[in-house]
Every structure is written in structure tokens, then in C-alpha cells.
């Protein structure tokens, strides 16, 4: 075994095969060829020469496949039979290649924001600047603006499905690799320096090599909060005050002095710890302890900061005034604190800045141990810095420490003591099932809802007992309140998101959340529940009916008044991943944009503020997709300033991974929503045409999409023999079941699991069956002229044919094949019919587009894609290979299962989609 020198560049041979891309990317070039000879090197350090020469073969094979038409088994037929060592060898061979190349592209988008602006011709597409500039032209003044700057508010919620399997040790190498690589984006480092890069690459690609992918168990809640952890406190409190700077230059550079200032607009949320949903693993001991790590990681924060801030503010009080109430505040709290005071160094004497930090550094450590000297809230915390502020303004110190401290403010004043606000989510059965044992009427959930409703509002005034206030099976649902009033005190108002009911379908289940509210005392002074309560409707059919739930609401007496408490607002869960694996995309997608349209209406003429919360998943067909576009197409007046949805599996790691990515996300979803909601798409006169033909086109997918999954004997078996779901759900990478109860079907599959093995297999199904059908009947009826002038001019239908467009490319009949051979004699009774729609969808879609290839208009996704498929393909037959083997030994687990696992990681890396 060879062992390479300690400081060298990587060898130049070529290790990823060349393709073209414009002279723009020629450094993305540079680094992608750097780090494939760095893996290269590794891989013949790592295990043989021999080895490397070997996934050199695989990976010619797999690029003839594809581009001179070779036969798949000339790929397959290598692959078949390797000992398990070896398998599972070969695929995190690939697997460590396309991370590199992921690695590489994240970083060349860092690289394009800094080309724009140095530059400094025109703002970047889609970012803050420009989308401030595009209001301007539009006639959108500086007023109008501040008006709507002042209720702005950008919140991503990070939720805890099981579809992101990088583990923290691993985040942190990659962060390193990405550090090295942003070091010498412009290729401005000296031969010596590069060279020291390069080893400290070698150093985290080899212990990265050197490392499991996944556990040895599965994840505990409290390991998910530290997952979401690593991204809201190593990176999005790091980004936050910055996105503030970028935001103010965008809107000095438009519109001058008239720029209104920046009030905090920018909020995170998390699902980890308080989603109850079929988790069994979650309640109110996850809840309590989740808010106390947030709360301690945002104090530890803080403290370190305070530290750095005082370390800046060495001005001594013989050289500069400084503020009396200052002075007076570290007096104040010396006595308060006096330990704490008589640690003060005598040296600091003169430095009454820094006797002020180190203060109130021992006030936020008083905090974190609950005693009475710790500040009551954050708001105290904000005031003091504040004064540090206000003290350096005053005395010629703004650029002498003013920077760093309002740095620090605007942390404070959006992570709070909470560090990010826990949504709490039950399913509605639960909560029938808890009122149930409190009456004693083991009939309550299967009775009328009106009948209910009346019951509830009398349990809500206290016009009736309770007759078993402490019913055995209530206990687990009411100690959630009594959590939450508990903690409210502690650790403020913002700690609590709504509290979200699954399954909704009537005005009865949100005045169920209101009952069991009271029951466990969870009110506040005023007697009110302190708790937003957010029905979601998931299903076509609940979508459908959503209005009318909420008009039943908006005209409930009990329920009206708990919302004039809540300030009028109602907020409402749009189920993205439910609705499409009940329905299909195009049903899915459309059921959503009519009830938003309709509850917009509906609240405006009840005197209500709606505020949509986007349950979007990773895949498209669980509602991921760009964000900016999904905003630009939402229905008119239904952003509002506001925009909250769910950030998933490899998507957070994707978005949030890389400072300066993070930024530029947020940049985006904020600029989408300013245009979306002051300068919403004018009214268009061809839209109810439109809508007409979005309806039928829906119906018609709909209809064959659960013709199919549904409806079609003998599919739920194919499903299960065609796709890898049997190691899915038996994967350790989340505290969550895989379904809800004990049923085998698609009814009982959660979306996540359903989209994921759909993914796997290169079939993409769930992302475009029922498309190609319904597209083909709208062409018939309304002519293709029409249905392409509807795909060129509606951003919502403009948006779903590239959303499908995207996923086709993506998808690999031929791959998929090989699987579903795997399901014996159901392979020629389903096949067929999925090719045949596949092949319908794609003609529909390039028909649309007048094109011949797909992506034709996107060449760097066409030519990320391209790059990628060599390392994937090999992995897909492997895993069918170790599929069929795993399952003729009847499913143990064993090294043939831990081989699966690596295989499922390295497809959902390198195809960028899980669930």
C-alpha cells in the first residue's frame, strides 16, 4: 500500500469524466477534477490501486450505457454476485465521488454570488436588491415598503422526518472541505498555501472514509434536536445579521435616505421534540427537554459572543464618556450578582464596557440555572445591548465596537432564550381518543361533529364537568399543556408555534385542542388559550372541504373569541405530501391552489388574517422545488408578508449547509415574497379558462393515478417487490415509525417512506403518474395550442410542467426495470402500463415545450445530472442485486442489510432526493 507524500497537489490524472461547461464554470471545473483525483488517491491509499482501476471500469461501463447505447447488463453483469465487502466498498466508492461533486457545486454557488458582485452591474437575479428594484419600477414607493417591512416575516421550520442520514461527525468534515474550498475560490492562494488545503482535505475526505454513514442505532429525539442543532446554532445564527446588512444596503441602494429601517423579520422553527404525530417517542418530556437545549445553546451563544464583544470594547472612561445608566445597570447588577463582581479584574477598572459585558455574562449564566438573578426574558437581554448601542452612538463609538454589538442584538432579538420557536403536532384521533376517556363515552369519536362542537363549547365555558378529569388515557395528551404552561414563563412567548391538528376535518377538531387546553389549566391571565391552533388538511378530499371547516369556525362563537385573542390571525397547514400520494402531483397541486384561493377569500370577508404554513417536503412530489418560483406562482393575495413552511431531509442540509448558501436562500424566499405581495401578478382574463382547464387536467391524473395505486389488485405487493421499502423502513435515521399503525397498504404508508422508495428505483412514479394521462385528455378536449399557451403564461401550470420536466430527467426507466424484474410475475402486469405513462408524460411535456430533450432550457441542471449518473448507476445495481439476495435469506439482519443501507445513502446523495 502506497502511502502519498504529506504535501502535494492530487494527482492530475483524470478521475471524473470530462464535460462541457461554459467558461463561467471553468473553476467549478478546476475543483471538481481536483477533489475526484483527491478521492481517487484516497480510495488507492484506502484499499489497493487495484480497487480504484476497478471503479474506473465501472464508470467507463456506466458512461457507455448512456451515451453509446450499451446494453444495461453489460453494466449489471459486473456487478451481480461481488462478495458484500467488496459491494459495499464499491458503492461508497461512488458515493464519496458525487459528495465531492455536490461539495464542489455548492461552492461554485458561492463563487457566481461573488461574480455578480464585484461586477457590480446589475444585482443577482432573485436576490433582495433586485427584487426591491423590480417594485421600485413597478411604481412600489418607499412607504409602501415600510408599511409592509413592519409585519414582515420569513420563517423556515426544520422538521424531524427520517430522510436526512449525514451525521454530525460527518457535517463537520464536510464543512472543512467547503472552508478549504471557499479559501481559494478565486484561485487566490500562493502554491504553499494551496498545498496546506489540500492536506487538510486529504485529512477530512480519508476520517470521512474512515467513518460510518449512519449509527448504530437508531436516533433518539434528543440526537435529531442536536441534527437541526448543528444548522441553527452553527449556521443560521452566524447568517442572521448579515442577511439584516445585505437587506439594508438592498433597500439604501433603491431607495435611498427614504429606506425604512429593519424591524427583526426573520424567524426559525423546529418540529424536533414536539411532533407527536404517530411517534410514540414524543410528548411532553421531548418537549421540555428540547426547549432546555435551545435555550442552552442559545444562552452558550450569547455568552461567547459577549466575551468577543468585550474584548472589542477596551475603551477606558479617561478617554471617552460613556452612558449613567450604563454605569448605574453594572452597578445594579454587581450587587445582584456579587461573586460574579468579584471576579471583575482590577485592570478593568478603567474599561467600564467590558465590566458591563462580563455583567451581564453572568446574568445570562444566571439564566441558564433558573436562579432569580438571570435576566426575566429576552427582552431584558435585548435592552441591555441596546444600551451598549446607544452608549457608543452617543459617544463617537459606532465604529469602535457598534458594529459588533448590533451584530449581536439582532441574534437576540430573533433567537430570544428560545433559540427556535417548537411547533407541537397531534393527530386528531388522539385527541378524540383523550376526550373520549375524560367523559366516559367510548362513542364520542365516531359521533356526528356538530354534536360534538356543541358539547366542547359547553366544556370550554364550564357550563359542564368534566366526569373523569383523570382518565387514564387522557393523561399523556394533557401533560403536553400542562408542558406548555409550564414553560411559557420560562422561556417566552415565542418558544411555542401552533399547535398543529393532523387529520382535520371539521371545526370540532380545533375546538377539541381548546377543550383539552382548559382541562389542564394551559391559559393565560386573561383566561384565553396562549396557543395558535393550525388545522392541516392533507388529502385531496380534506383540501377540498377545507373551506367549509373554516367557515364553521370563523362563525363559532367559542372558537371567534379564542381568535380575537390570538389577534384575528388564523393560522392554516397546507398538506403537500399527503394530498399528492392520495391524489397524484397535478390533483395535488391543484386541490392546493383552490383552497388557498378560497380561505384568502373566506378570511377577508370574516376579518381575519390568514397565514398559510407550506407543509412542502423534499421532493417535488411532496412539494419541494424552488421556493422563490412556488411563492411568484402562489394564488393573489395569499403571501401577504408572511411566509412559513417546512424545511426536510436533505433539503436543510442542501439549503443550510453552507453559510453563504443559507444567505442566499433567504435572500430569495424573502425577495419572492416582498414582489408576491406588493406587487402581485395583475388580474388576467384567460385565468378562468385556465382554472377550467387545471380542473379537468386534474381530475383526469387524478383518476388514473389511483386507478393504478389504489384500485388496481395485486400493485401494493408489486410496490412493495419493486422498490426497496422493506430496508427503508427499517433504516436507523429517525426516531418516527414509517407508518401510521399496523396496515400494510398505501393508506397507511407515511409519504416520506412511499416517495423515498419511489426515488430509489429511479422511477421518480410519484412525481408523474397521472401527468402524461391528464395532459394527453386536456390536449384532446382544448387543443394543444391552448394547453401549451397555459403552460407558457400561468406561473402555477408553468411551474408544475417544469417541476415534472425536472423529475423525468431525473428518472431512469431502464435502471428501473431491473427492479421491478424483481417483483417475477407482476413485472410484466405493471411494467408496461408505468413505462407507457412515463413515456406519455414525457412526450406531453417536450410537446408543451417544443423541445426535443428534456432540460433543454436549464443546462446546468441537464449538466449536473449528466455528471452525476455514472457513480448512481452502478449503485442501483448493486442494490438490486443485494436486494434479491437479502430477500431469498428472508430479511435478515446482517452485513448483506448493512450493504443495503450504504447503497440507499448513496443514491439518496447522489440523485439530491429522499422524501
Avoid at 839 to 850: C, S
Avoid at 871 to 888: E, K, N, T
Wanted: aromatic letters at 6%.
Amino acid at each position: 500500500m502506497t502511502t502519498p507524500s504529506p504535501a502535494r497537489e492530487p494527482a492530475t490524472f483524470e478521475t471524473l469524466r470530462d464535460i462541457d461547461l461554459p467558461p463561467t464554470d471553468a473553476l467549478l471545473r478546476e475543483d471538481v477534477k481536483r477533489l475526484g483525483a483527491l478521492v481517487g488517491e484516497i480510495l488507492a491509499e484506502q484499499v489497493s490501486p487495484d480497487f480504484l482501476a476497478e471503479v474506473e471500469a465501472l464508470r467507463i461501463a456506466a458512461i457507455r450505457r448512456r451515451e453509446a447505447g450499451a446494453p444495461i447488463e453489460d453494466l449489471s453483469h459486473r456487478l451481480d454476485g461481488l462478495p458484500l465487502d467488496r459491494a459495499e466498498l464499491l458503492v461508497r466508492a461512488f458515493a464519496s465521488y458525487f459528495q465531492a461533486v455536490n461539495l464542489a457545486e455548492r461552492v461554485h454557488r458561492i463563487r457566481r454570488r461573488r461574480d455578480y458582485q464585484r461586477l457590480g452591474e446589475a444585482p443577482q437575479p432573485g436576490g433582495l436588491e433586485d427584487s426591491l428594484r423590480q417594485l421600485r419600477d413597478a411604481g412600489v414607493d418607499a412607504a409602501t415598503v415600510s408599511a409592509l417591512i413592519a409585519r414582515l416575516r420569513i420563517e423556515p421550520v426544520f422538521t424531524a422526518h427520517p430522510t436526512e442520514a449525514v451525521r454530525r461527525a460527518l457535517l463537520e468534515k464536510e464543512s472543512e472541505v467547503v472552508r478549504c474550498l471557499v479559501e481559494d475560490i478565486d484561485r487566490g492562494l500562493t502554491p504553499q498555501e494551496r498545498r496546506a488545503d489540500i492536506e487538510r482535505m486529504r485529512l477530512a475526505l480519508t476520517a470521512s472514509w474512515q467513518t460510518d454513514e449512519t449509527p448504530p442505532e437508531k436516533p433518539s429525539v434528543a440526537d435529531e434536536f442536536e441534527h437541526v442543532a448543528f444548522y441553527l446554532s452553527d449556521v443560521l445564527y452566524r447568517v442572521l445579521p448579515v442577511f439584516h446588512e445585505v437587506f439594508e444596503d438592498a433597500l439604501q441602494a433603491v431607495y435611498g435616505d427614504q429606506a425604512p429601517p429593519l424591524p427583526p423579520l426573520l424567524g426559525f422553527g423546529s418540529w424536533v421534540g414536539g411532533d407527536m404525530d404517530g411517534n410514540p417517542n414524543v410528548g411532553a418530556a421531548t418537549i421540555a427537554a428540547t426547549l432546555a437545549g435551545q435555550r442552552a445553546l442559545a444562552l452558550q451563544n450569547y455568552r461567547r459572543d459577549l466575551a468577543k464583544l468585550g474584548e472589542v470594547l477596551s475603551q477606558s472612561s479617561g478617554r471617552v464618556q460613556v452612558s449613567p445608566e450604563l454605569l448605574r445597570r453594572t452597578d445594579d447588577y454587581a450587587r445582584r450578582i456579587p461573586k460574579a463582581a468579584e471576579k471583575l479584574k482590577a485592570r478593568h477598572a478603567d474599561m467600564p464596557y467590558r465590566r458591563f459585558t462580563t455583567m451581564v455574562s453572568a446574568r445570562l449564566a444566571s439564566t441558564a440555572q433558573d436562579k432569580r438573578e438571570g435576566y426575566g426574558d429576552a427582552s431584558e437581554f435585548v435592552a441591555d445591548l441596546r444600551l451598549v448601542e446607544t452608549s457608543l452612538a452617543a459617544n463617537r463609538g459606532e465604529h469602535a465596537g457598534g458594529f459588533a454589538a448590533r451584530r449581536l442584538r439582532r441574534r437576540a432579538e430573533a433567537f430570544g432564550f428560545h433559540l427556535a420557536t417548537l411547533d407541537l403536532r397531534q393527530e386528531s384521533t388522539r385527541h378524540d381518543a383523550a376526550l373520549a376517556a375524560l367523559l366516559g363515552d367510548t362513542d364520542w369519536p365516531a359521533r356526528p361533529w356538530p354534536e360534538r362542537a356543541e358539547r366542547l363549547r359547553d366544556l370550554i365555558s364550564g357550563a359542564d364537568p368534566v366526569p373523569a378529569p383523570s382518565a387514564a388515557d387522557a393523561v399523556p395528551v394533557l401533560e403536553v399543556f400542562r408542558t406548555v404552561a409550564t414553560a411559557l414563563p420560562l422561556y417566552g412567548a415565542r418558544a411555542f408555534g401552533p399547535y398543529i391538528i393532523s387529520m382535520s376535518r371539521s371545526a370540532a377538531d380545533a375546538l377539541a385542542v381548546l377543550a383539552l387546553a382548559r382541562f389542564a389549566a394551559c391559559t393565560d391571565g386573561n383566561g384565553a388559550v396562549p396557543l395558535d391552533v393550525a388545522p392541516l388538511f392533507e388529502t385531496v378530499d380534506d383540501l377540498q372541504a377545507a373551506a367549509d371547516t373554516l367557515r364553521s369556525l370563523f362563525a363559532d362563537p367559542v372558537y371567534r373569541e379564542h381568535l380575537r385573542e390570538r389577534g384575528d390571525r388564523q393560522v392554516v397547514m397546507l398538506g403537500y405530501s399527503d394530498s399528492a400520494k392520495d391524489g397524484g402531483l397535478v390533483a395535488s397541486r391543484w386541490a392546493l391552489q383552490q383552497t388557498q384561493v378560497q380561505l384568502t377569500a373566506l378570511a377577508a370577508e370574516a376579518g381575519v388574517r390568514i397565514a398559510f404554513f407550506h407543509g412542502r417536503g423534499g421532493s417535488l412530489s411532496r412539494g419541494g422545488g424552488k421556493t422563490e418560483r412556488a411563492v411568484i406562482a402562489a394564488p393573489r393575495g395569499s403571501v401577504d408578508g408572511s411566509l412559513r413552511l417546512t424545511e426536510q431531509g436533505e433539503v436543510i442540509h442542501r439549503k443550510y449547509g453552507i453559510r453563504a448558501i443559507a444567505l442566499r436562500n433567504l435572500e430569495q424566499m424573502t425577495g419572492a415574497v416582498l414582489r408576491a405581495s406588493l406587487r402581485p401578478r395583475p388580474p388576467e382574463p384567460r385565468e378562468a379558462h385556465w382554472r377550467e382547464m387545471a380542473a379537468h387536467i386534474a381530475a383526469t391524473a387524478r383518476a388514473h393515478y389511483r386507478g393504478l395505486v389504489y384500485d388496481t389488485p395485486g400493485f401494493v405487493d408489486y410496490f412493495r417487490a419493486a422498490t426497496p421499502i422493506d430496508v427503508i423502513e427499517r433504516l436507523r435515521i429517525g426516531s418516527r415509525p414509517s407508518k401510521r399503525g399496523n396496515a400494510g397498504g398505501v393508506s397507511s404508508l407515511r409519504a416520506i417512506p412511499w416517495v423515498f422508495a419511489w426515488s430509489q428505483n429511479r422511477c421518480g412514479l410519484t412525481a408523474w403518474l397521472g401527468v402524461g394521462t391528464g395532459l394527453a385528455h386536456g390536449i384532446e378536449k382544448y387543443g394543444h395550442a391552448a394547453v401549451a399557451e397555459m403552460a407558457r403564461d400561468w406561473p402555477f401550470f408553468a411551474t408544475l410542467v417544469d417541476d415534472v420536466e425536472m423529475v423525468l430527467a431525473k428518472s431512469d426507466l431502464g435502471i428501473f426495470e431491473q427492479y421491478s424484474k424483481l417483483a417475477g410475475e407482476a413485472h410484466p402486469v405493471f411494467f408496461p402500463g408505468i413505462a407507457a405513462e412515463f413515456q406519455r408524460t414525457r412526450d406531453g411535456i417536450l410537446a408543451l415545450k417544443g423541445n426535443d430533450d428534456l432540460l433543454a432550457g436549464d443546462f446546468r441542471l441537464r449538466q449536473s445530472i449528466r455528471l452525476r449518473n455514472p457513480y448512481v448507476d452502478p449503485i442501483s445495481l448493486l442494490q438490486v442485486d443485494l436486494l434479491a439476495r437479502w430477500r431469498a435469506a428472508d430479511r435478515p439482519e446482517d452485513a448483506t442489510f448493512h450493504a443495503l443501507v450504504t447503497t440507499v445513502n448513496g443514491i439518496a446523495a447522489g440523485i439530491q432526493n429522499t422524501g
